[in-house]
C-alpha cells in the first residue's frame, strides 16, 4: 500500500525567510502528485499538481514553486516567505488505474506558522 | 463560480442518529466523479467514499452511503448511527474527466457529534 512522509511536520519562519517542505512516497509508481494548502478553517487550496518528473501544474499565481526531481519526490518552495503562507499544506499522492482513479491518498501534512 | 458547493459550516448530531452533510456540484463534463473526505482534528485526511458520473446506484461503505441525484447536481453524505468519533471537518470533492485533473474540495462542514 501507498505510503506518504512529509517533513517536517512543524516548521516556524520569518517573513521573508526561504522555504522547502518535502514530501516522498513509497509502494507505488508514477503516481500523480499534489500540493494543497489549508488555512486554519478552512477549505483545501489546491496549489501544485505533477503528472510525471519535472511536469508542474501551477493552480494559483503566488510566491511558492515546486518541484519533482524524482518520480516519488514533490517539493514546495519559496524564496521568500509571506505572512500569508501560513497554513497546513498537504501533500497527496493518486495512483492512476487503467484511466480512472478513486482517492487521493493524503499525508500527515506540514505546519507552517510565519511570524 | 464554485464548482462544490457545501452550504452547511457546522451541523450536530446527536449519537447514535443518522446525520446529512449537503454538497452541491457544478459541471459540465458529462464523466466526473464525486468524493468525500473526513479531517480529525489531527489534520488528516481520510477518504471516505467515492461515486461516479455513471454509476447506477449510489455508493456505500460501511455506515457512509452517498445519495447521488444526478439531476440535482448533489452528491450528499449520510452517516448512519453517528459516533462520537465522528466529529470532523467533512470536505466533498469533485474530479471532473477521468484523468489527470486535479480534485476541487469545498469548503467543508464541521460535524459535531453529541453524547
Known amino acids: 500500500s501507498q505510503t506518504i512522509h512529509q517533513w517536517p511536520a512543524t516548521l516556524v519562519q520569518p517573513v521573508g525567510s526561504p522555504l522547502s517542505l518535502e514530501c516522498t512516497v513509497e509502494?507505488?509508481?508514477?503516481?500523480?502528485l499534489y500540493w494543497y494548502r489549508q488555512a486554519a478553517g478552512r477549505g483545501l487550496q489546491l496549489l501544485f499538481y505533477?503528472?510525471?518528473?519535472?511536469?508542474i501544474s501551477s493552480e494559483v499565481p503566488q510566491n511558492l514553486s515546486a518541484s519533482r526531481p524524482q518520480d516519488r519526490q514533490f517539493i514546495l518552495s519559496s524564496k521568500k516567505l509571506l505572512l500569508s503562507d501560513s497554513g497546513f499544506y498537504l501533500c497527496?499522492?493518486?495512483?492512476?488505474?487503467?484511466?480512472?482513479?478513486?482517492?487521493?491518498?493524503f499525508g500527515p501534512g506540514t505546519r507552517l506558522t510565519v511570524t | 463560480a464554485q464548482k462544490i458547493t457545501q452550504t452547511q459550516p457546522g451541523m450536530f448530531v446527536q449519537e447514535k442518529e443518522a446525520v446529512t452533510l449537503d454538497c452541491t456540484y457544478d459541471?459540465?463534463?458529462?464523466?466526473?466523479?464525486l468524493f468525500w473526505y473526513k479531517q480529525p482534528s489531527s489534520g488528516e485526511m481520510i477518504f471516505l467514499i467515492y461515486?461516479?458520473?455513471?454509476?447506477?446506484q449510489n455508493a456505500t461503505e460501511g455506515r457512509y452511503s452517498l445519495n447521488f441525484q444526478k439531476a440535482r447536481k448533489s452528491a450528499n453524505l449520510v452517516i448512519s448511527a453517528s459516533q462520537l468519533g465522528d466529529s470532523a471537518m467533512y470536505f466533498c470533492?469533485?474530479?471532473?474527466?477521468?484523468?489527470?485533473?486535479?480534485?476541487?474540495f469545498g469548503k467543508g462542514t464541521r460535524l459535531s457529534v453529541i453524547a
Open positions: 497527496a499522492l493518486e495512483v492512476m488505474e487503467t484511466g480512472t482513479s478513486y482517492e487521493q491518498y
Open positions: 505533477s503528472v510525471g518528473i519535472g511536469q
Open positions: 470533492a469533485m474530479r471532473e474527466g477521468l484523468a489527470d485533473t486535479p480534485l476541487v
Open positions: 461515486q461516479g458520473s455513471y454509476d447506477q
Open positions: 459541471t459540465s463534463d458529462p464523466s466526473y466523479g
Open positions: 509502494g507505488t509508481s508514477n503516481p500523480n
